[in-house]
């Protein structure tokens, strides 16, 4: 089940919504939650009211709440709700309305301050539609179709490879970069085989790609995860450079923080290390800079 789909259920069952960073909705306890199918339940979402205040950790019942429904440990839960609720707020610093299905939008106003507006039931939608025809969210990378061909597959699976190996050179490319500066300060990185070794291995169909990124000089700002939670951005962190990975990390006013890679590229090439770094790193979105 979607984590926000469960938004609304707790709010209709509880009457309170709790949630960090954003403030409370709530419901009158004598509402009665009429069924979705109901032609009134429109106006019954006229019902739901929303406070700007400080909320500083979500309440333990809703937590509970949703490791029961999603199956999920508790370290798991509180790391979906946080990313939800992060994601929501970069929406609502850019400008772009923080939608919660179920029960509605959220918009920053110029003043600062969150203007809420009752929604749709957009969770009967979701429950009501077959399995197969549930809109799901996708990111922007390769997808493998099931109604597509096998040639079409195979496609999309070698174009996947040769974006993995583009970044192990890219890799060894930097480390040797790196290597080469005695000013630089260490850092570690994850020990890759040299360019030649790594292009000789390489089909020739293959090795033009490869042998044009090693020779570029052009560097790009790939920035796997934008957070608005430093605690967030600080465990991934240090995850990530356990696993000794070039992950740097920056924040703009301590309001929200950035872990990325500088990889070299050439424009042409940035798409393609942005899906490659969405795939392996498991993130609907990878920004360039």
């Not at 005695?182 to 790609?209: F, N, R």
């Not at 000794?244 to 940035?270: E, G």
Request: proline fraction near 5%; charge should be neutral.
């Amino acid at each position: 089940m979607k984590l926000s789909s469960l938004f609304a259920k707790y709010l209709y069952q509880h009457k309170q919504l709790r949630l960090p960073g954003i403030g409370v909705f709530t419901l009158d306890p004598s509402v009665v939650v009429p069924d979705v199918t109901d032609k009134l339940f429109a106006d019954f979402l006229q019902n739901i009211r929303f406070n700007q205040q400080t909320v500083n950790a979500p309440d333990e019942d809703f937590i509970n709440y949703i490791r029961t429904e999603t199956g999920k440990i508790k370290p798991l839960a509180e790391s979906d709700l946080e990313s939800f609720l992060s994601d929501g707020k970069i929406l609502l610093n850019i400008g772009k309305p923080f939608q919660i299905e179920g029960i509605g939008y959220l918009q920053k106003t110029r003043e600062g301050t969150l203007e809420f507006k009752p929604g749709e039931p957009h969770l009967h939608k979701q429950e009501v539609q077959h399995e197969a025809e549930e809109p799901v969210e996708r990111s922007k990378t390769f997808y493998l179709d099931t109604t597509s061909s096998s040639s079409g597959r195979k496609l999309l699976i070698a174009l996947g490879a040769i974006a993995g190996i583009v970044i192990v050179i890219w890799g060894g490319y930097k480390l040797y970069n790196r290597n080469g500066d005695s000013g630089s300060a260490t850092e570690p990185v994850t020990t890759l085989p040299s360019d030649t070794m790594a292009i000789s291995t390489m089909p020739d169909s293959l090795k033009h790609v490869a042998s044009d990124t090693v020779q570029t000089r052009s560097t790009y700002k790939f920035v796997i995860e934008r957070t608005a939670y430093k605690s967030r951005a600080l465990r991934r962190y240090n995850q990530l450079v356990e696993n000794q990975t070039s992950i740097k990390m920056d924040t703009k006013d301590s309001t929200v923080f950035n872990l990325y890679f500088v990889l070299p590229a050439t424009p042409a090439d940035t798409a393609r290390i942005r899906d490659s770094l969405k795939i392996w790193y498991a993130r609907p979105n990878v920004y360039v800079e």
